[in-house]
């Protein structure tokens, strides 16, 4: 569902496009209603209620923050750990380990 065969090469902006990748499998997938006017905090915290796991929960939250705002340059080593705190989040809500759905 994450795969990034397709994604941009550019850190900062792979790291948006994971993370737009996580809303659209949230909404498809774990059936969770994402309005467009929803603040990435906000859907952090809708996320936490439901039962997802804090860690990955903040880390894709606060990479995407900085990916999107800071204007910092992001590293590979940050778009590794988005993936990993995106593969966490899916594969909690794949085992049903959320009440979410």
């Known amino acids: ?6 994604g941009p ?10 993370y737009h990748r996580l809303l659209a499998f949230l909404s498809a997938k774990a059936n969770i209603a994402i309005k467009t ?3 990435h905090w906000e859907v952090a915290r809708i996320l936490k209620i439901l039962g997802f796991p804090v860690r990955p929960v903040e880390k894709a939250t ?4 900085r990916a999107l705002y800071s204007g910092a340059s992001l590293s590979d080593d940050d ?8 593969t966490d989040l899916v594969r909690v809500q794949s085992k049903g ?5």
Do not use: C, H, K, Q
């Open 97 to 101: 380990g959320s009440r979410a759905g």
């Open 9 to 18: 090469t550019n850190a900062n902006e792979r790291i948006v496009w994971y």
């Open 37 to 39: 006017s929803m603040t």
């Open 1 to 6: 569902v994450l795969s990034a065969a397709d």
């Open 79 to 86: 778009v590794v750990m988005m993936s990993t705190a995106l």
């Open 62 to 65: 606060i990479l995407f923050e």
